[in-house]
């Protein structure tokens, strides 16, 4: 089955920009719908966003709409994450995963995280 990567986590300055990576390995990465998820320490996993398998359709939590956009390439095997407008109570481990919907319990594969932290 695909296994998945993140990257492009790091410091931003309150204000800035980030894209996150999700280099998909393994096969048929383009039939797999896929998602975003955070999660800052002692808070639950949160969802962020959804893109279906051809990327044509995204879906995103209310908590991040209009700061964030969900795309994918599937020619590269990644999918993004763009968060704009960063705010320090944005700052938590990043995950990328395969499935389809909005509770952690929908996706059946995970990415290792990548730790984003955002200050001034």
């Known amino acids: 089955q695909v296994q998945l990567v993140e990257s492009g986590g790091g410091w931003v300055r309150t204000g800035g920009s980030l894209r996150l990576a999700c280099v998909a390995s393994g096969p048929s990465f383009s039939d797999y719908d896929m998602g975003w998820f955070r999660q800052a320490p002692g808070r639950e996993r949160e969802w962020l966003g959804s893109?279906?398998?051809?990327?044509?359709?995204?879906w995103y939590a209310g908590l991040v709409q209009g700061r964030v956009t969900i795309s994918r390439d599937n020619q590269r095997n990644t999918a993004y994450l763009t968060i704009h407008s960063l705010k320090p109570e944005d700052t938590a481990a990043y995950y990328c995963?395969?499935?389809?919907?909005?509770?952690?319990?929908?996706?059946?594969?995970w990415g290792q995280g990548t730790q984003v932290i955002v200050s001034s």
């Open positions: 995963a395969a499935g389809m919907g909005v509770t952690a319990q929908d996706y059946f594969i």
């Open positions: 893109t279906d398998r051809s990327g044509l359709s995204t």
